[in-house]
Nanobody, 126 residues
Framework: QGQLVESGGGSVQAGDSLRLSCLAS????????MGWFRQAPGMEREFVAA????????DYTDSVKGRFTISRDNAKNTVALQMNSLKPEDTAVYYC???????????????????WGQGTQVTVSS
């Protein structure tokens, strides 16, 4: 059925960096678009970043452009989110997601992702 397991969350100060990782199992990883969403308390789930199954195309929400980088390693079935210059508004639970439909461009709509991890907490204090 496929499983996604995130790791790397934690509590940091504003300006620090964190690297989130997501390990996929039970699915043909190299054929999936992968992405990250986040949800802060009392807020709707928000698209953060995505990478195509080829690894060629990436997409970011405006608030993280230039600070976050998504990457994938198909040999290791992992996708990572490098987060630099973290801000308190980045505080949220971060979810790894997977979409098997190999779109022309990875999706931004949460409904387009059929597989979700359990989430990892990122807390940024000022």
């Amino acid at each position: 059925q496929g499983q996604l397991v995130e790791s790397g969350g934690g509590s940091v100060q504003a300006g620090d960096s964190l690297r989130l990782s997501c390990l996929a199992s039970g699915l043909f990883f190299s054929r999936y678009d992968m992405g990250w969403f986040r949800q802060a308390p009392g807020m709707e789930r928000e698209f953060v970043a995505a990478i195509s199954w080829t690894g060629i195309t990436t997409d970011y929400t405006d608030s993280v452009k230039g600070r976050f980088t998504i990457s994938r390693d198909n040999a290791k079935n992992t996708v990572a989110l490098q987060m630099n210059s973290l801000k308190p508004e980045d505080t949220a639970v971060y979810y790894c997601v997977a979409d098997s439909r190999q779109r022309a461009r990875p999706a931004r709509n949460s409904n387009d992702y059929s597989k979700w991890g359990q989430g990892t907490q990122v807390t940024v204090s000022s």
